[in-house]
């Protein structure tokens, strides 16, 4: 599959938060712990600096999603973060990278000096190369940073990419 990766719109908020929310409920990459409703989702991706989706160019099917916003405020203001969802059926086929990739371009043009991530479950193995092959930066460890739907609590690993 070849994604197109493109600012999101409104008649693309249902499927983004089905997306979201798959995310959420598997419990293994997002620190929220209940899904968010519709109107809850509208606002959400709306207030974000930047929100895209990544859509099949075939089937024109919206099979992924990325926001982008400042990590901190006032002196820190100049990192942003990221958070980035791929509908299950499709992950594996580089939506990650074409909305990764998407997203280090547009942090720079808004301004953004660095992209930081607080927070990749050291378990994720598949986001970890990712980020890596892209150039992030491995800053260091959380020990037990994460808390699994296990109740097991799982390692965090914080990365970065100058912009």
């Not at 293994?28 to 109107?39: K, N, W």
């Not at 916003?69 to 973060?81: D, K, M, Q, T, Y």
């Not at 660095?114 to 460890?141: D, K, M, P, W």
């Not at 739907?149 to 914080?158: A, H, K």
């Amino acid at each position: 599959m070849e994604p197109f990766v493109r600012a999101y719109g409104p008649a693309d908020v249902a499927r983004m938060t089905e997306i979201w929310n798959e995310v959420v409920r598997d419990g293994v990459a997002y620190p929220q712990t209940e899904p968010m409703t519709a109107e809850a989702a509208a606002a959400f991706f709306a207030e974000q600096s930047f929100t895209a989706v990544a859509e099949d160019k075939e089937t024109g099917e919206v099979v992924g999603l990325y926001i982008l916003h400042p990590n901190n405020v006032g002196r820190c203001g100049h990192i942003a973060n990221a958070s980035y969802a791929v509908g299950s059926q499709h992950r594996g086929k580089r939506v990650g990278r074409a909305l990764v990739s998407h997203c280090l371009k547009k942090g720079g043009e808004l301004g953004f000096r660095l992209l930081q991530f607080n927070a990749v479950v050291a378990s994720n193995h598949s986001a970890i190369h990712l980020y890596e092959s892209l150039g992030f930066v491995r800053i260091g460890t959380v020990p037990g940073g994460f808390l699994l739907p296990s109740g097991r609590y799982e390692d965090i690993v914080l990365f970065y990419h100058t912009l």
